[in-house]
């Protein structure tokens, strides 16, 4: 049976120039796998290169066997979709104008909504709890609400593969539990597989299937959370100095 995703022998970067290289990961579907690491150490980059977002410059990945660079653009964002820390400031949009512009894998150019859309809009709204938020400006909404509206589009394209880059940054602690009560549903409800980076460690603990720690480029350990993040190898990750 073939994994919902492979990576193998993985290097990505920009003007072919790597930041992270030989990175091998296997995903199956509602599994969550958490990549851990410092600043600048290439996960942004390996999540972009996972998504489809830009090229890799060496190795393959593999989505229900098939290489990524054989599907179009459309084909991918219905097994894809990514949520990354850019701040963004859609003008004069509703958080309901937000979350239906995660449907245009579906609705094509024009963007008109069906009932199947509209159902599945409803539906995403009601499991991110922002149903009696909808008509509020985007604009004038907190980094929290935010946060939980972009995540309501990116599940609008009822993907398999949810990519996640520091989901909790700009998050108080309310909403960082809510957001972790979210991504059990996902996991548990929808069987949605997952990719998240995350600095909150505790977090990965709870969370994660399987943790990859990154540094300087490259895989430095990989395995259950229980397993790797002990005090001892969390000092080694991240240099600190005892």
Known sequence: MDKLLKIAGLSAGYRKKAVISDVDLELEKGEIVCLVGPNGSGKSTLLRTVSGQQKSISGSISLNGRNINDYKEIELARIISILMTDRVEPELMTGYDVVVSGRYPYTGRLGILGDEDRRVVDKV??????????????????????????????LCQEPD??????????????????LVDII????????????ISLHELETVKSLADR????????????GRPEEILTEEYINELFDIKQ
Not at 125 to 148: A, C, H, P, W
Not at 184 to 195: D, P, S, Y
Not at 211 to 222: F, L, Q, R, S
């Open 184 to 195: 059990r549903k996902l996991k548990n409800e929808e069987g949605i597989a997952m990719i």
């Open 125 to 154: 709204m009601e499991l991110v709890n922002i149903t009696s938020l909808k008509d509020k400006y985007f604009s004038e909404m907190s980094d929290g609400q935010r946060q939980r509206f972009m995540l309501a589009r990116a």
């Open 211 to 222: 943790v990859v720690c990154i540094k300087d480029g490259g895989v430095a350990a990989a």
């Open 161 to 178: 593969i949810l990519i996640m880059d520091e989901p909790m940054t700009f998050l108080d602690i309310k909403y960082k539990k809510e």
